[in-house]
């Protein structure tokens, strides 16, 4: 009762820290008098997605929630032969979160994914998922069986499909992307042919589907691997940002380590000089596991830790503090692996018409890593934007997806900016996103293809070195174009 009553104070205090941070610390941010704003703009013929500075026009935009079987896989034939005949394009998605209107076919014909049927087989701990799935509806029906997501994002928001879709990877160690754990999964080609796709049969298919962003079929379900849910409690290590790499090695080489991520420090003075190492193990007790929690309250203090950080660089150092020396204090109490990740995106969103949060991400050889920190301490500080977190996650090698942006043994570095909804704002995010690549990419590292569209096209070529032949492959079996969006559009089309 002592430790818990302990917990609960610090808790308080904690939470109390944070809200006066949020209401004294004032954002210092540059004024807006006479810049060009950007308003995105809305319809029933324009889709956007999570960056709110990708509004497309569209054909017409149709909601599909039929289980996976016959009256789905007709419904799905009967749009691509309509996209076929007027000569427009179709693209599947199912949150999009993306930040480039990678899932949104210009002029075309957009389909939602709105089902969330998962079934499981406990036997093989795996489970078999509508496409249209949400993480939050996998782990709520995962979490009573005692079975967690093998891999996914730290975020419960997107679509199963749309995971696999760009390949996207999580916190579990010593594990790939989210594709390294899909069995099969069922898939429509352009063709209007229902094929059977896994790392053995169709392997072709699969790969190129793997990180492929809808452009090679339409996925009807997915048969995917389940981890044990467990018990986990956390370790909390500080560091150079120097050496980050090799203690994060070592964690990831250490059997009894099933999750891990870090952090840097983001204040401008020594930007990215600091590291933070939180490790998750095991504990002894595996017996009646609580269900899969929410957001709770911490997590909204959190946010509004997280929000005062906007122009004010003493929030970013109470932050830092907060995660380094007062969170380890609150969090050495246990928690579950499917708590840790049911957490939506919206609990950091700041509501703010006038900003937008804008993500990028990299990836990195361990060998590397220092190239990376000078490459963002050059780059970055030195740019108009507001810089507000990264996280720093493993991803295996990745020998499958034709477009894999892990052809060895990498960190992420997922990154989170928010920028002003101005025509200097995105220029200046332009500007910086094509310096950051080309230092990443000169270093053998590569950056993420769902966010803004602000590299070139040389750039993409350098950090996906098969693109091009993807490009030719998915010619090959959509001789029409049929399946198309702003990413083939953009570049691969060019390719």
Not at 102 to 109: C, F, H, L, V, W
Request: negative net charge.
């Amino acid at each position: 009762m002592k430790t818990l009553a302990r917990r609960t104070f610090l808790a308080g205090l904690g939470g109390a820290a944070g809200w006066i941070a949020a209401q004294k610390l004032r954002p210092n941010l540059p004024v807006k008098d006479g810049t060009a704003r950007i308003v995105p703009a809305s319809g029933p013929q324009i889709m956007n997605d999570a960056s709110e500075l990708s509004e497309t026009p569209v054909h017409k935009h149709i909601i599909l929630s039929q289980d996976p079987d016959t009256a789905l896989i007709d419904a799905i034939r009967k749009e691509l032969v309509e996209a076929k005949s007027a000569n427009r394009p179709l693209n599947v998605g199912a949150a999009r979160h993306s930040m480039g209107a990678q899932a949104i076919p210009r002029d075309g014909a957009a389909i939602t994914f709105d089902n969330g049927l998962v079934e499981i087989d406990s036997q093989a701990q795996t489970y078999r998922a509508h496409a249209g799935a949400r993480w939050s509806q996998v782990i709520a029906a995962l979490d009573p069986a005692g079975l967690s997501p093998m891999v996914m994002q730290s975020n419960n928001d997107f679509g199963i499909a749309a995971t696999f879709s760009v390949n996207a990877h999580g916190w579990p160690v010593p594990k790939g992307p989210m594709g390294s754990t899909v069995k099969s999964l069922r898939m429509i080609l352009p063709s209007g042919d229902l094929v059977t796709c896994s790392p053995t049969e169709n392997t072709d298919l699969f790969n190129l589907a793997m990180g492929g962003y809808g452009l090679i079929g339409v996925i009807i379900d997915l048969d995917v691997e389940a981890a044990r849910n467990t018990r986990l409690v956390p370790s909390f290590e500080e560091m150079a940002a120097s050496d980050y790499a090799a203690a994060f090695q070592r964690a990831i080489d250490d059997p009894d380590v099933t999750m891990a991520y870090g952090r840097l420090n983001v204040e401008r003075t020594d930007f990215f000089t600091k590291a933070l190492l939180i490790t998750y193990r095991e504990t002894a007790d595996q017996d009646a596991l609580p269900a899969a929690s929410g957001s709770g309250w911490m997590s909204h203090v959190a946010s509004r830790i997280y929000r005062a950080q906007l122009g004010n660089e003493p929030a970013k150092s109470f932050r830092w503090w907060n995660e380094t020396t007062l969170g380890p204090m609150l969090g050495s109490g246990e928690t579950t692996r499917n708590a840790l990740i049911n957490e939506p995106v919206v609990t950091l969103d700041d509501g703010n018409t006038d900003r937008v949060d804008i993500l990028h991400e990299y990836f990195i050889g361990f060998d590397q890593f220092d190239a990376f920190l000078t490459a963002c301490r050059d780059v970055i500080p030195a740019s108009y934007q507001e810089f507000l977190n990264v996280t720093l996650r493993y991803v295996a090698q990745d020998d499958q997806s034709l477009l894999s942006y892990a052809s060895v043994p990498r960190i992420a570095a997922v990154m989170s900016f928010s920028q002003e909804l101005t025509q200097r704002g995105e220029a200046d995010m332009a500007r910086m996103t094509q310096a950051l690549i080309d230092r990443i990419v000169a270093a053998g590292g590569a950056y993420y293809l769902p966010y803004r569209p602000h590299a070139r096209l040389d750039q993409l070529s350098a950090a996906y070195p098969k693109a091009a032949q993807f490009a030719r492959l998915k010619r090959e079996l959509d001789p029409d174009g049929l399946l198309r969006n702003n990413l083939w559009d953009s570049y691969l089309e060019h390719l």
